[in-house]
């Protein structure tokens, strides 16, 4: 969850987009805290401001940033997102 905090803080403060594949991979207990993570900076942004506080320190926010995942649930391995991680994304089915 620390590598996935510096990567959010990154993508945050350029403003840039990131797609993880497979994201339903990820043990349980990690997807819980990037929940915790993204819905601190999905709340920033929805505040509109520029700067906020993350994981602690002050940092830039710009608004252009945005993260999605891809799923291919039903596969050994794989579990279900935490629900406080699936109100946090839009479900699309191909």
């Known amino acids: 969850y620390k590598a ?5 803080k990154g993508l945050a403060a350029s403003g840039a987009w990131a797609c993880f594949d497979e994201f339903n991979r990820i ?3 990690v997807l819980s ?3 915790q993570q993204l819905l601190t900076i999905q709340n920033a942004m929805k505040s509109g ?3 906020f506080i993350f994981e602690g320190r002050e940092m830039k926010l710009v608004h252009t940033f945005a993260v999605f995942i891809t799923m291919n649930p039903g596969y050994a391995g794989r579990s279900e997102l935490p629900d406080n991680l ?3 994304f839009r479900t699309v089915a191909m």
């Not at 996935?4 to 959010?8: E, V």
């Open 33 to 35: 805290v990037v929940a």
């Open 86 to 88: 699936k109100a946090l």
């Open 49 to 51: 401001v520029t700067k």
């Open 27 to 29: 043990d349980i207990e």
């Open 4 to 8: 996935m905090g510096k990567f959010f």
